[in-house]
């Protein structure tokens, strides 16, 4: 689990994500072709060991797209069905230092199927409280029907049962079904593979 929550930005970047273009916008997303099969490779040893794997997303903004140009491994703890950075400051630097958003993350399901956790929903709504872009990728290479999906939290029915939760936490719990009847979560449909596109690899391990 990442706690978004915890994200330290520049005087700069707190006026952007304060602003209504940001807050209200539907900006695309454009992320390297490559990004989760060397996620996988960085990932092999846990999940070999059943243990699952974490990385953080990091985005510039230019003309109404996010390009997703960082991705960084940080120290971590894991289980079977977590994973939980650790000296989440070395994140931040890396971030501040670049000047990125933090539009997402992404972690491995090892031996589950591709779905989000409700610690998964809490980790992933505290992103878009911040960037309503922000996306989740959910890696499960031992999934025959899906081995990986793009998901975010439904908009604004998600949210608001994820903002009236009280469960919060390490802990796994229900989440009650949104008034609206729609699902918590969904498929990300403003996500695009984008061949030409490099990023970095910070891995902190």
């Given at each position: 689990?990442l ?38 490779e ?9 243990l ?72 992933q ?6 960037v ?26 998600g ?45 902190l391990?």
């Amino acid at each position: 689990m990442l706690d978004g929550r915890r994200q330290i930005f520049s005087a700069d970047k707190q006026q952007i994500f304060a602003g209504e273009k940001l807050r209200h916008s539907s900006n695309r997303m454009s992320k390297s072709a490559r990004l989760m099969e060397d996620f996988l490779e960085l990932a092999k040893d846990n999940t070999e060991k059943d243990l699952e794997t974490c990385g953080v997303l990091g985005a510039f903004l230019e003309k109404g797209t996010f390009y997703v140009t960082t991705l960084i491994i940080p120290k971590q703890e894991s289980t079977s069905n977590s994973c939980q950075a650790v000296n989440e400051e070395e994140i931040f630097a890396i971030q501040n230092d670049r000047s990125l958003f933090p539009v997402g993350w992404i972690h491995t399901h090892p031996s589950q199927s591709c779905f989000m956790s409700s610690i998964d929903l809490h980790t992933q709504y505290s992103y878009q409280v911040m960037v309503p872009e922000a996306f989740a990728i959910v890696v499960a290479p031992t999934d025959n029907s899906r081995s990986y999906g793009i998901f975010r939290v439904s908009d604004p029915s998600g949210m608001s049962v994820l903002k009236e939760c009280q469960e919060k936490g390490s802990q796994f719990h229900s989440h009650k079904e949104p008034v609206s009847g729609s699902p918590i979560y969904e498929h990300c449909t403003h996500v695009y593979k984008n061949s030409n596109l490099r990023f970095e690899i910070f891995d902190l391990r």
